[in-house]
């Protein structure tokens, strides 16, 4: 899929896409459409007449399992477990970006005092939110300034002014640990944020792909081949060829600026009573002629966001076990419900004592894990992660408080509602290994059919009136 114009082609060919004639403003209501629509895993949606301007609007392309599968190429019929387990193989091998001369991202260029952030349709999207948010199905790219990685990542971005980005690089966020290396160096850090594009480099920016890994790359493997980038206007950063809007500019790490509240998946705004946050102040605006603007929904569980980091941070978690090497790893399952991080399932084929703990505590260590999973549960292997009323009676029959429930600290999300606003640094994490003992000398006899009698009845299953 060379970019978003491809997505939307597919996507109504599948009849997975709804175009929208209607005038729609972009203050609530188009957030509210798609919202309500996305309750019910409806298509996505190409508002193509949105008050007051001329740009369409795309909403809602990852809120269904069929349209992930078609982003990541696989069949409509495809488990939100085929697609992690995807990713998984693919990130065994690496392609690094292309470098091409230019590209359609290039077809209009604006600098200087013509930048006005206004002339895109912005969606405001809950009654308290702050303001407009320009970036939320996005991804910025930024570089570090000691080694030379360039890291895709989606932090909100709130249209402050004309020329204006408010950003929320949360602590320890990679673009939030460069920006620290650039303030180190007494330097402001060149950014490019890209709206509208391969749907696959959205996911790549939500997802916690490892620190000094370059997301284009597990891109690149995923497509089978390089992700074609240009060179930004205004600082050397790789931008897609095939982007439709690009917005170039700097973070001065000394300057702040109010941003927030937003409706986050959470369910709950976040930013309100916070600090200050850092902004982009930007220095030129590419974009394609007749760009198409693209927006999700965040906000309340389950829609659009929810669905995309079931896949994003589901995959990392279960790919960064792989890289650690541990054996038996069956299936991981992150439910979009705890919006894919704060509630992992994992299954095991269990091979020696004490492997169910390590898989708990191995898993709360990778960067993943690490930061904001609140509850994890490993279950047998003949448990499926997905299947959540087995892991229900796992929890119920295998599952025994006095010997496998710890509790660990570590490093929380600020957008968790469970904690109070100002104590969000540290979590409790619950480890429960619902798994029957490796190390059991007797072990309880599961009740196995008799096959025999179970041919037997069957055969006579309509005899018997059934
Ligand atoms: C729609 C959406 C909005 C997000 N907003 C933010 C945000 O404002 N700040 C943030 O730090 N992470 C945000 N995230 C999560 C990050 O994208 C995610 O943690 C990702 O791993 C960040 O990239 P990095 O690992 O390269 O730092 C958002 C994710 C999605 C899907
Ligand atoms: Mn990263």
């Known amino acids: 899929m060379r970019d978003m114009r491809e997505f939307i082609a597919k996507a109504e060919q599948e009849g997975q896409l709804k175009r929208i004639k209607a005038e729609v403003d972009w203050n609530l209501e188009l957030s509210h459409i798609a919202k309500l629509n996305e309750e019910k895993s409806g298509p996505a949606l190409l508002f193509e007449n949105v008050k007051g301007y001329k740009t369409p609007v795309i909403t809602s392309v990852c809120t269904t399992t069929e349209r992930l599968a078609l982003i990541l190429g696989l069949p409509r019929n495809s488990s939100l477990v085929d697609l992690m387990r995807l990713w998984v193989e693919k990130n065994k091998t690496k392609i690094p970006p292309k470098w091409v001369d230019t590209g359609p991202c290039k077809e209009n ?144 790490p000394n300057r702040t600026l109010p941003e927030g509240p937003f409706g986050e998946y959470t369910g709950y705004y976040s930013g309100v009573g916070t600090d200050e946050r850092n902004y982009i102040e930007v220095a030129c605006v590419t974009y394609r002629t007749n760009p198409i603007f693209w927006g999700t929904t965040v906000g309340r569980a389950v829609t659009d966001t929810h669905m995309t980091m079931a896949l994003t941070y589901g995959a990392t978690l279960w790919q960064q076990l792989v890289e650690m090497k541990i054996p038996g790893i069956k299936a991981v399952y992150c439910p979009p419900e705890g919006s894919g991080r704060f509630l992992a399932i994992i299954s095991v084929k269990t091979m020696y004592p004490g492997h169910a703990d390590q898989v708990l505590t191995a898993s709360i260590s990778t960067e993943m894990g690490a930061y904001g999973l609140k509850t994890v549960i490993v279950v047998d292997e003949d448990i499926d ?11 119920s029959f295998r599952f025994q408080p006095n010997r496998s429930q710890v509790i660990k600290r570590g490093r929380s999300t600020p957008l968790d509602p469970s904690l109070p606003i100002e104590a969000r640094e540290i979590t409790g994490r619950l480890l429960l290994d619902a798994t029957i003992p490796y190390e059991w000398k007797h072990k309880p006899i599961p009740i196995l059919l008799d096959p025999e009698i179970v041919k037997r009845v069957k055969a006579r299953w309509s005899e018997l009136g059934l």
């Not at 570090?144 to 709130?158: A, C, H, K």
């Not at 299947?387 to 929890?395: E, F, G, H, Q, S």
């Open 109 to 252: 260029i604006v600098k200087g005092d013509e930048i006005d952030l206004f002339k895109f349709p912005v969606p405001k999207f809950y009654p308290k939110d702050g303001g407009r948010f320009f970036g939320t199905a996005h991804f910025v790219l930024t570089k570090d300034p000691e080694t030379g990685w360039v890291n895709l990542g989606t932090y909100r971005l709130q249209l402050l002014d004309k020329k204006r980005l408010g950003t929320q690089f949360i602590k320890g966020k990679h673009a939030d640990i460069m920006l620290k290396k650039y303030q180190a160096m007494g330097k402001k850090m060149p950014v490019a944020v890209v709206v509208g594009c391969d749907p696959l480099l959205f996911l790549m920016g939500a997802a916690r792909v490892s620190a000094f890994e370059c997301e284009y790359d597990l891109a690149g493997s995923i497509r089978g081949k390089p992700i074609e980038v240009v060179k930004a206007e205004t600082n050397d950063l790789p931008v897609p060829a095939t982007a439709e809007i690009v917005v170039e500019g700097e973070v001065d």
């Open 385 to 395: 992660p997905w299947d959540l009323p087995r892991v229900l009676y796992a929890l």
